[in-house]
C-alpha cells in the first residue's frame, strides 16, 4: 500500500518528540521558520479518533471566535448563522487546540532579556497565549514566562479565564510585554500568562508552550490588537503583511513577517482575493472543481493555518462527492468523512480557484490514508461538519500554495501563488 505524505505527517504529530529546533533568524531578517519533525516510519492508515478530536477542537475555535466578534462589535459575524445561535452565547472562549493543529510552530521571545517560546501559529484566531511560571504541574514540559524578570513587563491586573469547550481551560493574568517575532518587536503585546493549564494543553499533549492568533483584533477575547496588528500599527513593518509557506518536507515550512520571501513562489502567479469580512481571513471560494466539473461556486470561506484538513458544510461536501463510484460516508456526531477506493482517490483531488485562479490539491494532500489497516477504502481530506456553513481552508490546502496575509492596502486581502 501506498503511504500518503499528508497521512506520514497527520501521524508524525501524534508521536512528535520534543524536538525544538531553534529559529535560526537574525534580527531584521524577518523569517521564522516553523520547524516540522516528521514520524519516519509510515502509518497505513489514519486515526479516526485524532481526526474526530480535531475536527471538534475546529468546531469549537469557530463559534468562540464568533461569539467574541458579537462581544466586540455588537453585531452577529456575517458566517455565524448555523453556530452561535445554540447554547453558551458568549463564552469568554478562544480555540481549544490540539496536537492535529500544532502542526506549525515557531519561536518568539518574550520581555527584556528575552525568554523564548513556542507558539503555534494560527491565523483562524486572535489572542497570545503562554505558561507564566505560576503555573505548576499542568504546564509542565513547557517553558514559563517569569514577568519579574522582564523589565518592560507590565501587569493589565486582569484576570483571565478562557474556557473552551471540551472541558479545557486556561486561568491566567493579562499582561503585555515586548515580544519579538521574526527579527520584530511589539512594544506593549497584550497576551494571557497563565497561572493553568487544563491537561489538554500539558507538554504531553500540545507540543508548543503557547499559540499565537494571526486574525484580526475584531475576534480577539482579550480585545487587543494580534501581535501583527501592532507590529503594523506601529510602522515597523516595510509591508503590512505576512505570507507562509507550509511544507510536509521537514525544515522548508516558514512564516515570513513584513513581505514576502521571493525565492519560494512563482511571481506572476501570485492572485489577491479581497477580505469580506475582516475579523478571519475570509475570502470568496469562487469555484471547487473535481476532474474539471465545477461542484460548488462563490462561497465564503476561511484560510486558517490551525486547521489540518478543509471543512465544508454538509451540503457542499455531499454535492463533491457525489457519484463518485465506491465512494462511501462515515457520519460520527456533527462530523461527516467521505471514503473513496484507495485506488482512484487521487484522481478525485478538488481544485480551488480565488481570485480567479485555479490551484489544485496534490493527490497525496487530498488522501488522509486507508480508513482502517487493510483497508481499500481511503479517507479523503474534506470533511464537513453540520453546524458550518462555509468553507475552512485549511492546510491540505495551503500545503499545495505560497500564502500571503496582506494588510498594506487599506482593505486587507489574501494573495496564493505556485510554489517554485
Ligand atoms: C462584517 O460583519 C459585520 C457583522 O455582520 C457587519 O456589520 C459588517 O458590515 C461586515 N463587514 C463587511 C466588510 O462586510
Ligand atoms: C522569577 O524571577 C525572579 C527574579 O529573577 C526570581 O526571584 C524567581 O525565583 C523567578 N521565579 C521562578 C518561578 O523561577
Ligand atoms: C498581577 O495582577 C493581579 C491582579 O491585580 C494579581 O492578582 C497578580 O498576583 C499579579 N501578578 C503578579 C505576578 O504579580
Ligand atoms: C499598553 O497597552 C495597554 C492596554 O493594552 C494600555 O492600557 C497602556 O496604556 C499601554 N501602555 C503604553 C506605554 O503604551
Ligand atoms: C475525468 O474527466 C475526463 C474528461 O471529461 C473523463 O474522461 C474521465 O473519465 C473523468 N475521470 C473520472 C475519474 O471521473
Same mark, same amino acid.
Given at each position: 500500500?501506498?503511504?500518503?505524505?499528508?497521512?506520514?505527517?497527520?501521524?508524525?504529530?501524534?508521536?512528535?518528540?520534543?524536538?525544538?529546533?531553534?529559529?535560526?533568524?537574525?534580527?531584521?531578517?524577518?523569517?521564522?521558520?516553523?520547524?516540522?519533525?516528521?514520524?519516519?516510519?509510515?502509518?497505513?492508515?489514519?486515526?479516526?479518533?485524532?481526526?474526530?478530536?480535531?475536527?471538534?477542537?475546529?468546531?469549537?475555535?469557530?463559534?468562540?471566535?464568533?461569539?467574541?466578534?458579537?462581544?466586540?462589535?455588537?453585531?452577529?459575524?456575517?458566517?455565524?448563522?448555523?453556530?452561535?445561535?445554540?447554547?453558551?452565547?458568549?463564552?469568554?472562549?478562544?480555540?481549544?487546540?490540539?496536537?492535529?493543529?500544532?502542526?506549525?510552530?515557531?519561536?518568539?521571545?518574550?520581555?527584556?532579556?528575552?525568554?523564548?517560546?513556542?507558539?503555534?501559529?494560527?491565523?483562524?484566531?486572535?489572542?497570545?497565549?503562554?505558561?507564566?511560571?505560576?503555573?505548576?504541574?499542568?504546564?509542565?514540559?513547557?517553558?514559563?514566562?517569569?514577568?519579574?524578570?522582564?523589565?518592560?513587563?507590565?501587569?493589565?491586573?486582569?484576570?483571565?479565564?478562557? @474556557?473552551?469547550?471540551?472541558? +479545557?481551560?486556561?486561568?491566567?493574568?493579562?499582561?503585555?510585554? =515586548? !515580544?519579538?517575532?521574526?527579527?520584530? %518587536? /511589539?512594544?506593549?503585546?497584550?497576551?494571557?500568562?497563565?497561572?493553568?493549564?487544563?491537561?489538554?494543553?500539558?507538554?504531553?499533549?500540545?507540543?508548543?508552550?503557547?499559540?499565537?492568533?494571526?486574525?484580526?483584533?475584531?475576534?480577539?477575547?482579550?480585545?487587543?490588537?494580534?501581535?501583527?496588528?501592532?507590529?503594523?500599527?506601529?510602522?515597523?513593518?516595510?509591508?503590512?503583511?505576512?505570507?507562509?509557506?507550509?511544507?510536509?518536507?521537514?525544515?522548508?515550512?516558514?512564516?515570513?513577517?513584513?513581505?514576502?520571501?521571493?525565492?519560494?513562489?512563482?511571481?506572476?502567479?501570485?492572485?489577491?482575493?479581497?477580505?469580506?469580512?475582516?475579523?478571519?481571513?475570509?475570502?470568496?471560494?469562487?469555484?471547487?472543481?473535481?476532474?474539471?466539473? @465545477?461542484?460548488?461556486?462563490? +462561497?465564503?470561506?476561511?484560510?486558517?493555518?490551525?486547521?489540518? =484538513? !478543509?471543512?465544508?458544510?454538509?451540503? %457542499? /461536501?455531499?454535492?463533491?462527492?457525489?457519484?463518485?463510484?465506491?465512494?462511501?460516508?462515515?457520519?460520527?456526531?456533527?462530523?461527516?468523512?467521505?471514503?473513496?477506493?484507495?485506488?482512484?482517490?487521487?484522481?478525485?483531488?478538488?481544485?480551488?480557484?480565488?481570485?480567479?485562479?485555479?490551484?489544485?490539491?496534490?493527490?497525496?494532500?487530498?488522501?488522509?490514508?486507508?480508513?482502517?489497516?487493510?483497508?481499500?477504502?481511503?479517507?479523503?481530506?474534506?470533511?464537513?461538519?453540520?453546524?458550518?456553513?462555509?468553507?475552512?481552508?485549511?492546510?491540505?490546502?495551503?500545503?499545495?500554495?505560497?500564502?500571503?496575509?496582506?494588510?498594506?492596502?487599506?482593505?486587507?486581502?489574501?494573495?496564493?501563488?505556485?510554489?517554485?
Amino acid at each position: 500500500m501506498r503511504f500518503s505524505s499528508s497521512l506520514t505527517s497527520l501521524l508524525a504529530l501524534i508521536s512528535i518528540t520534543t524536538a525544538r529546533s531553534p529559529a535560526p533568524h537574525a534580527r531584521g531578517e524577518g523569517i521564522i521558520r516553523v520547524p516540522l519533525t516528521r514520524k519516519s516510519e509510515a502509518a497505513a492508515r489514519v486515526d479516526l479518533s485524532t481526526l474526530k478530536a480535531h475536527l471538534i477542537g475546529v468546531s469549537n475555535k469557530y463559534h468562540q471566535t464568533f461569539a467574541a466578534f458579537e462581544a466586540n462589535t455588537g453585531a452577529a459575524h456575517p458566517l455565524s448563522g448555523r453556530m452561535v445561535s445554540s447554547t453558551t452565547k458568549r463564552d469568554n472562549g478562544i480555540p481549544l487546540t490540539n496536537q492535529l493543529s500544532t502542526l506549525w510552530y515557531g519561536e518568539i521571545g518574550v520581555g527584556i532579556p528575552e525568554q523564548k517560546f513556542s507558539v503555534a501559529i494560527d491565523t483562524g484566531s486572535s489572542d497570545l497565549f503562554l505558561p507564566s511560571v505560576l503555573c505548576h504541574e499542568s504546564c509542565q514540559g513547557h517553558r514559563k514566562y517569569n514577568a519579574t524578570q522582564s523589565s518592560t513587563s507590565n501587569n493589565e491586573s486582569e484576570s483571565i479565564t478562557l @474556557t473552551f469547550r471540551g472541558g +479545557a481551560t486556561v486561568v491566567g493574568e493579562e499582561y503585555s510585554d =515586548v !515580544i519579538s517575532i521574526g527579527g520584530y %518587536e /511589539a512594544t506593549n503585546q497584550s497576551f494571557v500568562a497563565a497561572s493553568e493549564y487544563s491537561y489538554h494543553f500539558s507538554g504531553a499533549s500540545f507540543l508548543p508552550d503557547g499559540l499565537v492568533g494571526l486574525a484580526f483584533k475584531q475576534i480577539s477575547v482579550l480585545k487587543k490588537p494580534t501581535i501583527f496588528e501592532t507590529l503594523s500599527d506601529s510602522g515597523v513593518l516595510p509591508k503590512k503583511m505576512f505570507s507562509v509557506k507550509l511544507s510536509s518536507k521537514s525544515g522548508e515550512s516558514e512564516l515570513y513577517i513584513g513581505g514576502t520571501n521571493a525565492g519560494l513562489y512563482v511571481e506572476d502567479t501570485l492572485t489577491y482575493t479581497a477580505v469580506t469580512n475582516e475579523s478571519h481571513w475570509q475570502v470568496n471560494l469562487e469555484t471547487v472543481t473535481r476532474n474539471g466539473s @465545477t461542484v460548488s461556486s462563490n +462561497a465564503a470561506s476561511i484560510i486558517d493555518t490551525g486547521t489540518t =484538513v !478543509i471543512i465544508a458544510s454538509d451540503d %457542499e /461536501a455531499e454535492a463533491y462527492f457525489k457519484d463518485i463510484p465506491g465512494s462511501g460516508k462515515i457520519k460520527n456526531g456533527r462530523i461527516t468523512y467521505y471514503t473513496i477506493p484507495c485506488e482512484t482517490i487521487g484522481t478525485y483531488a478538488p481544485t480551488f480557484t480565488f481570485g480567479s485562479r485555479a490551484f489544485k490539491v496534490s493527490e497525496d494532500a487530498f488522501n488522509f490514508g486507508g480508513e482502517s489497516d487493510g483497508s481499500n477504502n481511503c479517507v479523503a481530506s474534506i470533511a464537513s461538519l453540520s453546524n458550518v456553513d462555509f468553507w475552512i481552508i485549511g492546510d491540505v490546502f495551503l500545503r499545495n500554495v505560497y500564502t500571503v496575509f496582506d494588510m498594506s492596502e487599506g482593505s486587507a486581502r489574501v494573495g496564493f501563488a505556485e510554489l517554485v
